[in-house]
């Protein structure tokens, strides 16, 4: 196993951010119906800040890990920066080349879709 799988299953058993958060300024959920995995995103907004983030949900370690990370990426940022977030940066903060795993980059890029949602509940 390569050191940045052995990161990313070190995130999957102990993620960071993981937790409901129940007073919730924005909750979005995805899922991927293809594998199963299942998130919930939770944003806490203070004066347009991205105050706290939280996730909950079911999957496989990369798609636990790009939500941990993702959501520690947000925390302190401007809620317009949401819309600004793009693949090359849900990479970035893996630090995995899924190129040529387009599954495994689904399971990668659900968090991140799960934000950008228009679904929000």
Not at 85 to 94: I, P
């Amino acid at each position: 196993m390569s050191i940045e799988y052995e990161r990313i299953v070190h995130i999957w058993k102990n993620p960071p951010n993981r937790g409901e958060m129940k007073d919730a300024d924005f909750v979005a959920e995805g899922a991927n119906p293809i594998c199963g995995d299942k998130v919930k995103v939770f944003l806490k907004i203070k004066n347009g800040k991205i105050a706290d983030a939280s996730f909950t949900g079911e999957g496989c370690a990369i798609s636990i890990a790009s939500a941990s990370l993702l959501l520690d990426y947000l925390k302190g940022k401007k809620v317009g920066e949401i819309e600004k977030l793009d693949r090359e940066k849900v990479m970035e903060l893996l630090e995995l080349d899924l190129s040529k795993n387009p599954s495994r980059l689904k399971c990668a890029l659900l968090p991140l879709m799960a934000i950008k949602s228009e679904k929000r509940k």
